[in-house]
Nanobody
């Protein structure tokens, strides 16, 4: 079964940090681009970050640039999103996705909820 499982979400205070994980099974993550998206109630889904499979180039949304970092560990078949300096605007369910290129991420995981609140 091809599957992506996100984990690492939870409740964190403003200014805090979390690291999200995206564990892949049923396919080699090393062969694909991996992206992170988020969606909050009443808002459209937003692409947060992506990392290419070819040259490991990265993309970040302006809203998270300088605070978030995407990475991958091909040996563990897992991708990560390190989130620092979190604020309430980061509250959302975070999803990972994979595809041939960052411009075509079609398959999604189930998401993990991040709540930033004091």
């Amino acid at each position: 079964q091809v599957q992506l499982v996100e984990s690492g979400g939870g409740l964190v205070q403003p200014g805090g940090s979390l690291r999200l994980s995206c564990a892949a099974s049923g396919f080699p993550l090393a062969d694909y681009a991996i992206g992170w998206f988020r969606q909050a109630p009443g808002k459209k889904r937003e692409e947060v970050s992506c990392i290419s499979s070819s040259d490991s180039s990265t993309y970040y949304a302006d809203s998270v640039k300088g605070r978030f970092a995407i990475s991958r560990d091909n040996a563990k078949n897992t991708a990560y999103l390190q989130m620092n300096s979190l604020n309430t605007e980061d509250t959302a369910r975070y999803y990972c996705a994979y595809g041939i290129v960052c411009n075509g991420l079609d398959a999604w995981g189930q998401g993990t909820l991040v709540t930033v609140s004091s």
